[in-house]
């Protein structure tokens, strides 16, 4: 069972459009139409703490997520990138209602899903699907491709020759029509994503939320599955979710990428915008952490480390969530005043207080962190 | 080394790797699930079964040969001079044993400290290796650690002699890219400091081209690519490792690019016996991959390969 033929799909289609490569002015308007397809504000996730065995008192709340507001257009990608806790599975769940939000709304093309009662939210879920990480735990073992893939079919009534999309669904997404009769553990890791990616877009839907779509993969099948997605978005007219760890991924996908900590946003950017020029302290320290594969340029950056771990959701630090960690905090105003998510120039929004000063140099990063002569970890200590 | 298990074929897990590591010297392997990097790693410290399990071949350790050590010696030597850290540390530290217990146990079994001064030095390691507050860590158990703090307290355990030699399984995957950037520095430090030899194993990429010197690429239990970090980037030979560095996108390269797949699965493999394990997935194929078994040849820049790559992909580096 090769899958050598799988890893060409179709025709080869240029990476999600007009958008990718808007090149030195990115518009985002102009290049898509893009009126918004889902639109989320003030969203919060918290989950209540109980304890004790009979009255189960709440003694704190775990802040998941914590007011986020984000607008994602249509036929685009946005990315949400952050480290494990930060809250971007929620969120993405939450987006759906398959976390119930605890306050704020999301509409989605005009409808605001939270007054949806659940027979019509139910009927709306066939406009909004999810891919999840790890197929191998999302399909059900003992459920043949087939059967997984009707079963959307007919919980939303498809009309017409079931079987017929069954296969049509398999060819979409790369898999031989053989597949039909096998069952995941059949497949391997990157065939078996094909297999959620395809029970995802069963129902032509309009948005889909892709929770790590390639971070359970091995390196050289991520981009088959990159290169899948891409493809489908351009056929089908897609607007994706992704949300993932890897912004090297996650940039090379997405239109605009959000970055979370702590349950929060703290910057968001155009794509392109990000790695050029970040302007959020967490960013900048999470850019400069990543390691690029190419020893010229390791040995030439500048990398910013983040002292201590993110610090409990629970306990989330009062003023700028960040100022704990932040290399370029500065006294007071940090620690007492949270900064709210503002937009510094067309397209960039930073929740930092001194986001300017620190884009001109104005601030530096404390010593401890960032020194001329400390930084640059990518010199040969090794030789 | 060949696993065996009743009734079945024996898996041949591992297949004439051969590598050195000279003392402050960092050499990476690198290789996709299965492709039995781990398996060197485990047998280099003699910790693969004794039962069920075949190991061949030589592992010398500054002229001792380890393979044929008995199990007392080796152990006296691993912990004292060998070292590793697993990818996994909640499965590396006992649960029920606190952090500290954990540290000092070293230090009195191989250095012969007793319980005081092994508490001591505990705390030393464990600040060295930048977890704030060390008292209290060392009397806290692992599920109170975060998964950063365990595992530098692994790497603690594990600097605890000073060992001559590191090995580093998959030692960051499991953690978040800030963190892993304090673990990598940690690392550096320790190698520069102390001349520890460290064998890093990973699938990253970009680890390996900041912290390795040598990078041997592995792919079903062979060794196809051997070179220098600047060598195997800059200018890759084998389709393999080729194809991986095409597939990963880059941050600091302009958007839009396709990124280029190796097609198929590490499961579309043939038997090194029969041919080349790559040469189902490989784009530059050529007859003799499926007929005769490629070697690795060359000294500086080992290959193994028959129709290697003319001039790699190199994409052009943007300065910024």
Not at chain 1, 33 to 49: A, D, Q
């Amino acid at each position: 069972m090769t899958s050598n033929g799988t890893a060409e799909p179709g025709e080869p289609a240029p990476p999600d459009g007009a958008a990718g490569s808007a090149g030195p002015a990115p518009s985002n308007g102009a290049a898509v139409p893009g009126e918004p397809l889902l639109s989320v504000r003030g969203l919060k996730v918290h989950f209540p703490i109980r304890k004790g065995t009979l009255l189960q008192r709440v003694v704190g709340h775990v802040r998941a997520v914590d007011g986020v507001d984000l607008e994602v257009r249509r036929g685009m990608t946005y990315g949400l990138v952050g480290e494990s806790g930060c809250g971007k599975s929620t969120l993405g769940k939450a987006v759906l209602r398959l976390v119930e939000p605890t306050a704020g709304t999301v509409v989605f093309d005009g409808v605001n899903l939270a007054l949806q009662g659940p027979e019509p939210m139910r009927r709306l879920r066939r406009n909004m699907q999810m891919v999840f990480q790890d197929p191998l735990a999302s399909l059900d073992p003992r459920q043949s491709v087939e059967s997984a893939l009707t079963e959307p079919l007919r919980a939303h009534g498809f009309p017409g020759d079931r079987s017929k999309r069954v296969r049509e669904l398999l060819d979409i997404v790369g898999l031989p029509a053989g597949a039909a009769g096998r069952y995941p553990h059949e497949f391997s890791g990157g065939q078996r994503q094909r297999v959620g990616i395809a029970r995802a877009i069963a129902l032509n839907p309009d948005l889909i939320i892709a929770d790590e779509p390639v971070s359970a993969l091995d390196v050289s099948i991520q981009a088959q599955i990159v290169n899948l997605l891409e493809d489908l978005q351009e056929q089908l007219g897609l607007t994706y979710v992704v949300v993932a760890h890897d912004l090297a991924v996650v940039r090379h996908v997405s239109d605009v990428i959000g970055v979370m900590y702590l349950g929060a946003l703290v910057e968001e950017a155009p794509s392109d915008e990000l790695y050029a020029e970040p302007l959020h302290p967490y960013t900048i320290a999470l850019m400069s952490a990543i390691p690029i594969p190419d020893p010229e340029v390791e040995e030439r950056r500048r990398r910013i480390l983040l002292t201590g771990d993110l610090p409990s959701p629970v306990d989330v630090p009062p003023g700028c969530r960040f100022h704990t960690r932040c290399p370029f905090r500065q006294p007071t105003r940090c620690a007492e005043e949270s900064p709210d998510l503002r937009e510094m120039r067309p397209g960039r929004k930073v929740a930092c207080h001194w986001a300017e000063e620190i884009a001109t140099g104005t601030i530096r990063a404390a010593a401890s962190a960032q020194d001329p002569t400390a930084t640059e970890v990518g010199a040969p200590a090794v030789q | 080394m060949v696993f065996r298990q009743r009734g079945r074929p024996d898996v041949r897990a591992v297949d004439g790797v051969g590598f050195s590591v000279a003392p402050g010297e960092t050499v990476g392997l690198v290789g996709e699930s299965g492709c039995g990097k781990s398996v060197t790693s485990l047998a280099v410290m003699g910790l693969l079964p004794r039962r069920g399990v075949r190991v061949e071949g030589s592992v010398s350790f500054d002229g001792t040969e380890l393979l044929s050590l008995p199990p007392d010696k080796l152990r006296t030597l691993r912990g004292r001079e060998l070292a590793v850290v697993f990818q996994d540390p909640m499965t590396s530290l006992n649960p029920v044993v606190p952090v500290g217990t954990q540290v000092t146990e070293v230090l009195v079994r191989h250095r012969g400290l007793n319980e005081g001064e092994a508490r001591k030095e505990a705390g030393d390691l464990l600040r060295r290796v930048g977890i704030p507050d060390p008292s209290r860590r060392l009397r806290e158990y692992p599920h109170q650690l975060s998964g950063g703090m365990r595992q530098r307290a692994l790497i603690a355990t594990a600097l605890a002699c000073r060992p001559r030699l590191l090995i580093a399984d998959e030692p960051t995957t499991a953690l978040d890219v800030t963190i892993q950037a304090q673990i990598l520095e940690l690392l550096k430090t320790l190698v520069a400091e102390s001349g520890t030899a460290l064998i890093l194993i990973t699938h990253d990429l970009g680890v390996v081209a900041g912290m390795c010197d040598t990078v041997h690429v592995m792919y079903a239990g062979r060794i196809v690519e051997r070179a220098s970090r600047h060598d195997l980037f800059g200018a890759p030979r084998h389709p393999y490792t080729g194809g991986l560095l095409a597939s990963v996108p880059r941050l600091d390269q302009p958007r839009g690019t396709r990124l280029e797949p190796i097609a198929g699965s590490p499961r579309d493999t043939i038997p090194w016996d029969r041919g080349c394990a790559f040469a189902p997935r490989c784009p530059n194929r050529v007859e003799e991959c499926t007929s005769a078994t490629p070697e690795l040849l060359g000294g500086h820049h080992g290959l193994r390969c028959f129709n290697p790559l003319r001039s790699g992909p190199v994409r052009e580096v943007t300065p910024r």
